[in-house]
């Protein structure tokens, strides 16, 4: 497989321009995969500070069964078996046999028994294990942002649609967060603000390259195996931490295996920018960097509708119209004239997906066989506003980007950028 985008997927891209009720109403299959009687056998690809945090919520569905846990390095892996081993072994009825524990995500993917897989590794490690998924028939939940790359996001794509099975991604402020960001988009979407001029984001900085000095591998992890598809270097905890942590890793921060503070939590609030814009299958057409040559924000994106969207607001989410302003966050969602955010939604108004609980409506969407909230489209377009970013503060001039064909406009140096070639041994 080349991550490269051949001509094919470029002409293949005009399919993202679906808007979210289509997918929302979207088929996958003609029966559900399982009776609502029946346990969904879950396993986990990444256990530490997020995996860990999922497992926590699955394991008290009561129609899920976790079945299996993979993590390359061993104390966090034992005590995510023992998690799980713990939470069922203390239902006396239970005719659990234990839970199974592996280093290699591909042999977790050949259990028979298994019905789908949670992956919350880091970001360089996402495409590969969700393909070899994929192929294996296996339903999906994979992290944001969905790729480390542009040319991934669309080689998963076709993966996911050709295997058929259902795919969540992380995006979770689409369901959660007191319903501050779906409000902020139905209130966008039908006008609250008069015509959607300019969104400012508040995250943090672009990624950079990695500079950590080598230390010695400790006992117990798999350092090629959390290497991967990334270039080969020297072990670091700052990337991998030792044994069970309880924070998140700064691999965020560097080039090689994510997309800084643009792509960590730009995944999601750029996510809801492009909702609220109805941009879930494009993105935008120019990239523009701030004009010193050192600053780590003020980028701007142009849509072709005439939004710009900027990299550095002082809140998470902000909307700013014609007739007013709309600031949403995790915590709060307040305007300058507070009558936008209090007057109620009408019936016949547009109104979001329903979601209030992103896990459970991937669950929901396996039996079912509808598409989920946030499926593999909609998560590869918001994280490919995340990588534009990240190129255009890399490059340091502006850019023009093809939201169809999935490349820049007659610059060869920045679509180099949009992809990379996995080490030999990671050619799938």
Known sequence: MSWSLSRRRFLQASAGSLSLPLFANQLFAEEPKKSPSDRINLGFIGVGT?????????????????VAVCDVVKERREFARKRVEDKYGADKKSTYKGCAEFVDFRKLLELKDLDAVVIATPDHWHTIPCVLAARAKKDIYCEKPLTHNIAEGRQLIEEINKAKVIFQTGSQQRSEFGNNFRLAVELVRNGRIGKLKTINIGIGDPNKVCDLPEQPIPAGTDWEMWLGPAPARGYNEILCPKGIHKHY???RAYREYAGGGVGDMGAHHFDIAQWAMDMDGSGPVEIIPPEDPKAPRGLKFIYANGVEMIHGGKIDCEFIGEKGTIEATRRTITSKTPEIVKTPIGEKEFHVYASSNHRRNWIECLRSRKAPICPVEIGHRSASVCHLGNIGYQLRRPLKWDPVKEQ???DAEANKLTSREPREKWKI
């Open 249 to 251: 890793p700064a691999w």
């Open 50 to 66: 997020m995996g860990g945090g999922h497992l926590g919520s699955f394991l008290n569905m009561a129609d899920v069964q976790v």
């Open 408 to 410: 820049f406009t007659n």
